[in-house]
């Protein structure tokens, strides 16, 4: 009975979200900028507040790659790197070679663990070849900072920021939240734990106010201290989801939030009152596991096969852009299997449920034509007025966006392995202005990691 109820459950679901998108329909083109550069409302008092202030993709410099270590711990970097963070005081005995701190990262996706590692100096490899670039060392072995408080989760998805002492706290903190591909029930996702992975201390798990785990997580990452304090004050986190379909709104979402605020640490099970959306393409609805949406609050180009997997604040002096990265689905995009296979979305019981073709072509969800590695960047002052009430939470747009297929490993589909996302998570070293983004499978099973550094003329 209970099997019968989930699948008209599900059946109803996609038939809301069950749509076909022609190639014909709108894309950002690849590094241009996509809408005019006016300025902030005046009544939203925003950082950076003006287009001349912007990060763009041609102020990101490739500075190459480097591998990841062997496993540890009882896990490994294969099937990794759905959640990433910078740690500034990382490695302190490390060499002086321009690449300072560490690298907190969750490893294989059946395990989610977390664990770190030392950042060597990228390589460029023209020919693409692992064997040419440095290899990171293992400064803290694989361990769960959860306490085993999530369980096995199908589809994993997960989310790391460290921020040092905010409130009454003593010692900075690994932020992280955890979801799954499948969360009919609000539950809790947030907590933070110590930086010791052997003694994490974790607190957790907290829920963000009423909002559907659909939109609240997978990315994390810290929100400028100046920023936050004209528009969001006393939240520094901010945490979001996009999920493929519409359950999840018709784009990435993007919340803030500050856990500090509501006890040191608030107690399990929690809800955080003190949460404010950024962006939310759709409408959230009180109890409801998806957000309820309309073709008026859709993301430019957006597709159900999209991906955003990270999402990063960059500053560079007075500059700044919200950048979001994942895998774009690129020409038509369908419900279904990968050889073209369309399966029925609408409900009907009449329907005819198509053959599940052979493999590799047998895995169902929503697919597209072809798909790239893709950097969002929105506007910070754009996130502001959202902030502060004078723009919905659908209408800010990526004013630019950067294809980064031509630095990848191994870019494209690749059906007989199973690949179909390219992207995993990001990092940020906000003092250097380097960001790191790992390339999933690429290394083999194994994810590679590369840099990119704003280009110094960007800070002026």
């Not at 560079?316 to 020409?331: D, E, P, Q, R």
Request: aromatic share 12%.
């Amino acid at each position: 009975m209970a099997v019968s109820i989930l699948l008209v459950l599900l059946a109803l679901s996609f038939s809301a979200c069950g749509r076909t998108e022609e190639a014909g329909d709108t894309l950002i083109p690849n590094g241009k900028d996509v809408r005019a550069q006016d300025a902030a409302p005046s009544q939203v008092d925003a950082l950076p507040g003006k287009a001349s202030s912007l990060i763009r993709p041609a102020d990101l410099v490739y500075r190459g790659a480097f591998r990841l270590p062997e496993g540890s711990g009882g896990s490994n970097w294969e099937y990794s790197g759905y959640a990433m963070t910078y740690y500034p005081g990382g490695d302190p005995k490390g060499p002086d070679d321009g690449y300072p701190g560490s690298l907190f990262a969750v490893g294989h996706d059946h395990h989610q663990l977390v664990s770190e590692i030392r950042i060597p100096v990228p390589v460029i490899s023209a020919s693409k070849n692992p064997d040419e670039l440095n290899t990171a060392s293992t400064l803290q072995g694989f361990h769960d900072i959860t306490g085993g408080r999530f369980g096995q989760l199908e589809i994993p998805r997960a989310g790391l920021a460290y921020l040092p002492p905010q409130g009454q706290q003593k010692t900075g903190k690994l932020h992280f939240c955890w979801g799954q591909h499948f969360q009919f029930e609000l539950a809790p996702s947030h907590g933070w734990s110590e930086t010791d992975l052997s003694s994490p201390k974790t607190s957790g798990m907290w829920r963000l106010g009423d909002y559907t785990n659909y939109v609240t997580n997978d990315y994390l990452f810290e929100i400028p201290e100046e920023w936050a304090a004209r528009n969001t004050p006393g939240l520094r986190l901010a945490t979001g989801r996009f999920r493929d379909g519409t359950w999840g709104g018709l784009g990435p979402a993007l919340l803030a939030y500050g856990p500090w605020n509501e006890g040191n640490p608030p107690p399990p099970g929690a809800r955080l009152k003190r949460v404010t959306p950024l962006l939310l393409y759709g409408r959230n609805v009180k109890g409801a596991p998806e957000i309820s949406v309309s073709n008026e609050m859709k993301m430019d180009g957006f597709r159900e096969a999209d991906e955003w997997s990270g999402g990063a604040w960059l500053t560079a002096g007075k500059k700044a852009a919200v950048i979001l990265v994942g895998t774009k689905a690129l020409g038509k995009t369908w419900y279904g299997f990968a050889n073209g296979v369309v399966y029925p979305t609408s409900g009907n019981p009449d329907e005819k449920i198509p053959e599940v073709p052979r493999w590799p072509y047998d895995q169902r969800g929503w697919w597209s034509e072809g798909i790239a590695a893709q950097i969002l960047f929105y506007d910070p002052a754009d996130l502001a007025a959202v902030a502060k009430g004078a723009r919905e939470t659908w209408e800010p747009q990526p004013y630019a966006a950067m294809n980064i297929d031509e630095h990848l490993f191994d870019p494209g589909f690749n059906h007989e392995r199973w690949k179909r996302y390219l992207l995993g998570a990001v990092g940020f070293d906000r003092a250097r202005g380097l960001l790191y983004v790992i390339e999933r499978r690429a290394d083999g099973d194994k994810s590679l990691v590369h840099a990119f550094r704003i280009k110094d003329d960007a800070v002026h």
